[in-house]
């Protein structure tokens, strides 16, 4: 009974003072407790802002990152479909200047494309193209480029034939200085470690040649040389390739040239097989 007389003098209490606060303190007191308020709400007010300023850098970083790897994916698409289009615009110019030089051979000329290599180093030099017996192609026909001679077909199946190049050792040839006329016979060297195809050209030995060809002869580099016809596999005429340099064989009868093939036989992507 006594603590409700005391709570309720300390309530009447209350009353009495906040009833009997001048007007002008009463304003101070609301004042500063909105001032109070109010540094609360700029504070928060302030996080919030920053919150969402940090949440709109995140979201316009990640789309940065998808666009960059979108235009990533886009150049290198561009760059593979670039690529593709000047492998066919080489392609092309190479077939035009092909079907062009068939046009102006003197020969039958089979057009085929390679489809596999044999041994690419050591001694053993060879390649296959799409061509065959049902296209009209036997063994010891002549291949050629536009660039020259690259060998002659060997094994020949239904739809596709070997090809002997002209770096195999197995292959001899039967070829003419362009200049003068001189006979010999090239014959492979295969591919050294350099990748580079080499072959000889070996002035034949005979009686009359050796009597009529000068030991001491300067054959000139860059000379060209030539089937010589004989032999008949290779038709005359068809280039083999430029004279390297040339040294005297050991019977000291007789120079030994080294040539150097026309036709890049490494990059080989198209053919000619001779057909007459």
Known sequence: MRGNRVMGGLVLLAIIILVSVPITVELRLR?????????????????????RGLLDLL???????????????EVARARHELRH??????ENRLLRRMMGFKEASPHGLLLGRVIARGGTSGWWQSVRINRGREDGVQPNQAVITIDGLVGKTTT????????????????????????????????????GLSGKSDFEMVIAAQPATVDYIDKDAQVESGEKVLTSGLGGTYPGGLILGT??????DDSRLYQRLQVRPAADLARLQYVWVVSE
Do not use: K, W, Y
Not at 243 to 248: A, I, K, P, Q
């Open 85 to 90: 289009h000047q492998t066919l615009e080489r």
């Open 31 to 51: 004042a500063t407790a909105r001032d109070g308020a109010v540094s609360s709400q700029t504070v928060l007010t302030l996080m919030g802002e920053r919150a």
């Open 156 to 191: 020949v199946t239904r739809h596709t034939a070997d090809v002997l190049l002209i770096t195999d050792p197995a292959n001899r040839i039967a070829c003419r200085l362009e200049s003068t006329g001189d006979l010999g016979v090239a014959r492979g060297l295969g591919t």
């Open 59 to 73: 979201f316009r970083a990640g789309e940065a990152v998808r666009e960059h790897d979108v235009m990533l994916d």
């Open 243 to 248: 004279v390297l340099g040339s040294e005297m």
